[in-house]
């Protein structure tokens, strides 16, 4: 049984008191062609031997940490990474956070993962990489400005 009629700008509402539906519900079709949550996988008469590699971790390149203003509280950041090998930068992935530096160079050439010292501002940053110097210069703006 229908409540009360509401009008609101375009629309009237009814507001139904015990009813799902007013009318007729039409008839429908409810598709259910579902996959299975696992399929099953035909598995070869004879299974391969599987060989696990042994991969040593990425090295950690060589880097420096430098501070500007050298004295008290710093502005900005600078880390130096010498990648020895990485003819591009398209080979490098860096992730930087408010805390934390990450360097990845493919294939799993080297890895760096540094805390840093004072807290940054990651959209504040910049980095620069040099192919003939093959040397990695990331500069970041800290949050004691």
Known sequence: AVVSTQSTGDWDWLVLKNRSHVGR???HTIRTYRKPVI???STPATPKKRTTKHTQPAPKPDYIVLQEPTE???NYLII????PG???SSKLTLDVGEDRLTLHAHPAMYFLDIEL???VIPMESGAQYDTASQLLTVALMTTEV
């Open 25 to 27: 519900i039409r008839p």
């Open 39 to 41: 399929q099953e996988v």
């Open 72 to 74: 008290g509280p710093p």
């Open 80 to 83: 130096e990474v010498w990648l």
């Open 86 to 88: 990485i003819e591009s």
């Open 117 to 119: 010292p004072y807290d």
